[in-house]
């Protein structure tokens, strides 16, 4: 199988490995994320673009995962939300993909400001940094989990 972008297809963990992935507490793919790129190793889901910049509440932006056989191997997923113009806050939590380990590789809590995406190089050397908010702050789940429904989400519904 060769590397495509589509929306509404399903694949083999796609949607339907929910179900398991409750069971490792890995992040479900949330019904109004659409596949962007997969491959025989690697699926990307995405919130659309084009609906990205109207949420108000926190929502689940991505989810990155490799795939060994039948498995997935590791679980990148990135959670939003808004704080102003052009910063959002996000928490990304990485999981192990083994239903027989319920493991969290990295969990954290950080921002990204689209300002900081357009200086050029002396910009951000000399750059104050009072549009960034909030800087990395490792996380537990629980931590991770109080945050999300704070914002309005979960890793699960």
């Known amino acids: 199988m060769g590397l495509f ?13 929910n179900s398991v992935r409750l069971k490792y507490g890995s992040p479900i793919i949330h019904d109004y994320m659409k596949l962007e790129i997969s491959d025989e190793d690697f699926e990307n889901w995405r919130i659309p673009r084009a609906i990205h910049d109207t949420i108000s ?7 990155g995962f490799y795939i060994n056989k039948d498995s997935t191997l590791q679980e990148d997923d990135i ?14 939590i990485l999981t192990f993909g083994k239903v027989s380990k319920n493991q969290f590789t990295s969990i954290y809590y950080d921002s990204v400001d689209e300002k900081e995406l ?16 909030f800087h990395k702050k490792d996380l537990t789940i629980e931590e991770a989990d ?12």
Request: charged share 30%.
């Open 118 to 133: 357009t200086l050029k190089a002396t910009e951000y050397l000399n750059s104050d940094t009072r549009h960034r908010e």
């Open 57 to 63: 509440t926190g929502f689940h932006a991505g989810k």
């Open 146 to 157: 109080s945050i999300l429904s704070s914002w309005g989400t979960s890793r699960f519904k």
């Open 79 to 92: 959670f939003r939300k808004r704080i102003d113009d052009t910063t959002f806050a996000f928490v990304a």
């Open 5 to 17: 972008a589509c929306h509404d297809v399903e694949t083999k963990f796609g949607k339907q490995y």
